[in-house]
């Protein structure tokens, strides 16, 4: 079972920029993709981002592209999402997901959100 807890979520004015961060920890952590949901009020669950375990496999939502980054630290079993030009539409609770590299599925059907382990969730608030 892998634990994953997320942190760095907060409250920011339009423009502004926050760093998420993602720390897996467990027994069977090993070599996972890891990517970032978001879930705003009333509506569904979508993705932001993912990568691979070394690095390459990127892929941002339309909505997020040139204005968020993915990273991860292997080192740390971390993984973190620069965000930077905030807009209030990008208020939510990010997820932190992981998937075991043997279980990706691609990412079109990753991008649903029906695969992995999931963290509790940190809220990002854009105030316009």
């Known amino acids: 079972q892998v634990q994953l807890v997320e942190s760095g979520g907060g409250l920011v004015q339009a423009g502004g920029s926050l760093r998420l961060s993602c720390a897996a920890s467990g027994r069977a952590f090993g070599r996972f993709f890891m990517g970032w949901f978001r879930q705003a009020p009333g509506k569904e669950r979508e993705f932001v981002a993912v990568?691979?375990?070394?690095?390459?496999?990127?892929g941002y939502a339309d909505s997020v592209k040139g204005r968020f980054t993915i990273s991860r630290d292997n080192t740390k079993n971390t993984v973190y999402l620069q965000m930077n030009s905030l807009k209030p539409e990008d208020t939510a609770v990010y997820y932190c997901n992981a998937v075991r590299d043997s279980d990706y599925p691609g990412r079109s059907a990753y991008s649903r959100g029906d695969f992995g382990s999931w963290g509790q969730g940190t809220q990002v608030t854009v105030s316009s």
């Open positions: 990568l691979s375990w070394t690095g390459g496999g990127i």
